[in-house]
């Protein structure tokens, strides 16, 4: 039985390994005839995606590490292979010490504890499915979580700056070959990479790129740019899965209800006593 297990263990290792071989070949593209296509011969990437990882926690390689005491294992953060290329932010100095503050208050700082909109690229690798919706001119991608969407604007030639800055900003995409690439810039400087304080501000701008690897698989890449904060332009990358279960869908995570206490106690009559 040991043996067993442990032969299905290093076949399934195999497997992930090879799709991330393959997807990480330069000018990565859809596996011939092999991803389905939409009528206009643009791979269809309709369907709902998720991916598998602890970036969520750290977008960086990371140890196991403690939570708060009352929680216990279901608090501490597991050990996780990062999914930044090269595994290194390159913060200006003040940016990273202000990261370093943003962890050691990541308990009521961090946007999503307080039920914010998760922002961009973060939305894609919180531990919840994503839907794609692919139509002609937009391509619409919804989360679960605060009930997050994008609408990606594919029929924009010369797309104008987004009318007012947002947490998840404004996009727009076209098709390299059988990569969706979009364009992602207009947001507010408030949300976070991850649970580990990583940071970005309003000069954000983010090029995501989508590319087919199996039928059941995206390479997904975001560059990320923001000269108010990093010394250089940085890449994250890491494979999005298809959800096979039958009747699959994404779920509303109305999570304000959850947060209002963390919120608004400091409000309440008679709090300050």
């Known amino acids: 039985m040991k043996a ?15 799709v991330c071989l393959v997807a990480g070949q330069a000018g990565a593209q859809a596996v011939d005839g092999a991803f389905p296509r939409a009528w206009d011969g643009h791979p269809d990437l309709n369907g709902i995606w998720q991916a598998i990882g602890t970036a969520h926690w750290d977008i960086q390689d990371h140890p196991a590490s403690a939570g708060p005491s ?51 690229p973060r939305a894609t690798y919180l531990p919840y499915p994503l839907q794609i919706l692919q139509g002609t001119d937009k391509i619409m991608i919804v989360h679960g979580f605060a009930e997050a969407n994008r609408t990606i604007h594919m029929n924009v030639e010369n797309p104008e700056p987004a009318p007012i800055d947002s947490w998840m900003g404004r996009s727009h995409g076209h098709w390299e070959g059988d990569t969706l690439v979009v364009e992602a810039a207009g947001f ?38 923001d000269p108010n904060v990093f010394t250089r ?22 999570c304000v209800e959850f947060s209002e206490s963390l919120l608004y106690d400091h409000l309440r009559r008679g709090a300050a006593e």
């Open 4 to 18: 067993s297990r442990y032969g299905a263990l290093r076949a399934s290792a195999a497997a992930l390994a090879l």
């Open 70 to 120: 009352e929680l216990g294992a279901i608090g501490a953060v597991p050990p996780g292979q990062g999914v930044v290329v090269g595994n290194e932010i390159p913060y200006q100095p003040w940016a990273l010490e202000q990261k370093q503050r943003n962890f050691e208050n990541r308990y009521t700082d961090d946007p999503e504890i307080r039920c914010y909109l998760p922002g961009v």
């Open 188 to 225: 507010n400087g408030l949300a976070w990479f991850d649970r580990a304080g990583n940071f970005a501000s309003d000069a954000l701008r983010v090029t995501e790129r989508y590319t087919p690897v199996t039928p059941d698989a995206l390479m997904y890449e975001a560059t990320i740019e």
């Open 233 to 254: 332009p940085w890449t994250m990358r890491m494979p999005l899965y298809r959800r096979l279960e039958d009747n699959v869908q994404v779920l509303e995570f109305k």
